[in-house]
């Protein structure tokens, strides 16, 4: 017997304004795996991945309809509070964004505003396990008191990375965490997702379908607000069921 | 085969060399007249310095600039300490921060991530009008209405307010750069990315927590160079203070007194017929080029701030 699935959404509907976005979403999350969304410009993958976190709040226009249970509770419900919802579902974004603060206060920051710090040890403890778990800790360790944006590229989105995991979410949302980033530093990243799904559901954004290939077990692919089709990575890019699906990945569209 | 000739030479093209003659010497003009300025306030000043030592300028506790008309008469010399004038000038800046850096940046706070569109496009262009207004108008309405009221309020609490305090003049003169520290510390707190906000809020930070550990110590510098040009601003107002400041040189920090401000007194100096070698009138130079080194050094240190940070988010 499987798990129950992580998430489950059902007949999901994103407006900005008057243009619909998203057409009635259905999609299961397997719990440590790693589940990509992937499609062309504007297929409304990454309004998806937003709204697992309730990131669309932020966009004053953005209006969700259906229903998003993250282990059965409805985190569009009315007393759910954004800013525990967020502290279980953390989120890297496409470009590193570390703040201009020093490596240790950067992870630290989750942990501080949640309150999960009781003392200094508490605090180093969390940032050394956070920066191992990110694969940067041996490359940081000296100099923990020095900016975060002084790091490479890829440091940099270990760094975001190392700051999401900081505050134990059960969930981390990827939006193409490697975009900005150069083969060697990409790679780096990809292991470390394979790395980071024993201990985390992790569902990416990419534009790339190697990238989902390689580190993803589900894939869900996206076409102008549709959810076309979902299935076992392997499966759905080696005998695609729709056409629409089978063009992408054949590179015909998108 | 017949070859075609080409030539590569120009025709004269008069109308391009003149333009350009003409763009030069508009923007030789401005240098050129800002140097003069400075110059001639530099000769001037050197002048006053034969009558007047520099240490006692920078130093002496007393400025009296009367000199009698003979040098017979009482009172013939006068003094020429400019610390009243420095400590006057300071005390009422400072009262002018104090009131103006706090709202400047709490309503730049919330113009920059508060406020909906809608309601900025109504705030921003009132601070614009606010910023507008002739400091003639701010200096009227600090001597009519708000010296007379502290001076009656004080009153009713036993204090004693002078009819021209540097309370009066300190009060208004923040309330005029409040616009100036808002402006440039709303443009700080928009250059920085929304990345960064997004990251905050994204870990599960409330909005309130955002902008106090991410969004306004990433502005920081920006701010800092904003408050530091309202401050050369103050420094160098004059029009207020000649009408609100009053014109007794007085050493004190007590902001119910009447102090008196550099700007006040070259204004006082220069008003009225002069003779033109006097001690009196060549310190209003000095006093002048002491002001112009100070604005400046504010003024450089703002933009060099200001513009190192812009370079760091683009």
């Given at each position: 017997m499987s798990k129950p699935p992580i998430i489950t959404a059902r007949d999901v509907n994103v407006f900005y304004g008057q243009k619909q976005a998203l057409n009635g979403i259905t999609l299961d999350i397997p719990r440590n795996k790693v589940t990509s969304l992937i499609g062309p410009s504007g297929c409304g993958k990454t309004t998806f991945l937003r709204s697992i976190n309730r990131m669309n709040d932020l966009v004053d226009i953005c209006r969700v309809t259906g229903e998003i249970k993250i282990e059965g509770k409805d985190i569009y419900d009315k007393d759910v509070d954004v800013v525990e919802l967020r502290a279980h579902v953390g989120m890297v974004f496409q470009k590193p964004n570390p703040f201009p603060k020093s490596i240790y206060d950067n992870v630290i920051y989750g942990p501080k505003i949640h309150g999960q710090i009781k003392s200094k040890a508490d605090a180093q403890e969390i940032v050394e396990q956070s920066l191992r778990r990110a694969g940067l800790w041996d490359e940081v360790k000296d100099r923990l008191h020095e900016s975060g944006t002084g790091l490479s590229g890829g440091q940099q989105q270990r760094l975001c990375i190392a700051r999401a995991i900081a505050v134990s979410p059960a969930v981390i949302l990827?939006?193409?965490?490697?975009?900005?980033?150069?083969?060697?530093?990409?790679?780096?990243?990809?292991?470390?997702?394979?790395?980071?799904?024993?201990?985390?559901?992790?569902?990416?954004?990419?534009?790339?379908?190697?990238?989902?290939?390689?580190?993803?077990?589900?894939?869900?692919?996206?076409?102008?607000?549709?959810?076309?089709?979902?299935?076992?990575?392997?499966?759905?890019?080696?005998?695609?069921?729709?056409?629409?699906?089978?063009?992408?990945?054949?590179?015909?569209?998108? | 085969m017949t070859q075609t000739e080409i030539s590569f030479k120009g025709r004269k093209r008069p109308l391009e060399t003149a333009l350009k003659a003409a763009f030069f010497l508009s923007s030789v003009i401005a240098i050129a007249a800002t140097v003069g300025i400075v110059l001639s306030m530099l000769f001037e000043t050197i002048r006053f310095f034969e009558h007047v030592s520099l240490s006692e300028f920078l130093f002496g506790l007393k400025w009296s600039p009367q000199t009698a008309i003979r040098a017979d008469q009482v009172g013939s010399s006068g003094a020429f300490g400019a610390v009243p004038l420095i400590t006057g000038t300071l005390l009422i800046s400072a009262i002018a921060m104090v009131v103006a850096a706090p709202i400047g940046l709490i309503s730049a706070i919330y113009l920059a991530e508060y406020a909906s569109n809608r309601v900025r496009g109504i705030i921003k262009p009132m601070l614009e009008i606010l910023a507008g207004i002739p400091t003639v108008v701010y200096g009227f309405f600090a001597a009519l209405v708000v010296a007379p009221f502290l001076r009656m309020t004080g009153g009713q609490l036993g204090l004693e307010v002078a009819s021209e305090s540097a309370l009066a003049a300190g009060l208004v003169m923040g309330v005029m750069i409040i616009p100036l520290i808002s402006s440039l510390s709303d443009d700080a707190l928009n250059a920085v990315p929304n990345a960064l906000r997004e990251a905050s809020l994204g870990l599960g930070a409330t909005k309130a927590e955002t902008i106090k550990k991410v969004i306004v110590p990433a502005a920081i510098p920006g701010i800092s160079g904003g408050f530091l040009l309202a401050a050369s601003a103050a420094i160098g107002e004059t029009m207020i203070v000649v009408m609100a400041a009053g014109l007794a040189a007085n050493l004190t920090a007590n902001p119910l007194e009447a102090v008196t401000t550099i700007t006040a007194q070259i204004v006082a100096l220069l008003t009225g017929d002069q003779e033109f070698d006097s001690a009196k009138t060549l310190s209003a130079f000095a006093l002048g080029l002491l002001l112009f080194i100070t604005t400046l050094f504010l003024n450089v240190i703002a933009m060099r701030i200001v513009n190192k940070y812009r370079e760091q988010y683009d």
């Open positions: 990827m939006d193409e965490p490697a975009s900005a980033l150069d083969p060697i530093a990409t790679a780096v990243i990809e292991e470390l997702i394979d790395e980071l799904r024993k201990k985390y559901t992790i569902i990416i954004v990419t534009h790339s379908m190697q990238q989902a290939a390689r580190v993803s077990q589900r894939t869900a692919f996206f076409h102008m607000g549709d959810l076309v089709e979902s299935g076992a990575t392997k499966e759905l890019f080696t005998s695609p069921q729709d056409e629409r699906t089978q063009n992408y990945i054949s590179g015909r569209i998108g | -």
